[in-house]
Nanobody, 114 residues
Framework: VQLQASGGGLVQAGGSLRLSCATS????????MGWYRQAPGKQRELVAT???????NYADSVKGRFTISRDNAKNTINLQMNSLKPEDTAVYYC?????????WGQGTLVTVSS
């Protein structure tokens, strides 16, 4: 199972980006998938998760600005990020949990300039 993250880039504060985490059809069965991020010198932290029933969970710092969703036709999990702030700058990773297995995708860099 592989997770392919994409959509990172450089954006000005107040701008938007959309991250996608793609996987195979068979791997799109999951208990929870989500996005985490790691800023330089900091620990990796949860950004948002979505369960197989569609329940979502967000870090307080992104509530109201970020939206996680799933696209069953494309086997992807998306993260729409609006009103971006410089403190959102980090490498963003997607994660899949299924049964007792945890898989991380490669990171995608998001840089927000002030």
């Amino acid at each position: 199972v592989q997770l392919q993250a994409s959509g990172g880039g450089l954006v000005q504060a107040g701008g938007s980006l959309r991250l996608s985490c793609a996987t195979s059809r068979s791997a799109f069965n999951f208990n929870v998938m989500g996005w985490y991020r790691q800023a330089p010198g900091k620990q990796r932290e949860l950004v948002a998760t979505i369960s197989n029933t569609g329940t979502t969970n967000y870090a307080d710092s992104v509530k109201g600005r970020f939206t996680i969703s799933r696209d069953n036709a494309k086997n992807t999990i998306n993260l729409q990020m609006n009103s971006l702030k410089p403190e959102d700058t980090a490498v963003y990773y997607c994660k899949r949990i299924y049964g007792g297995n945890i898989i991380w995708g490669q990171g995608t860099l998001v840089t927000v300039s002030s």
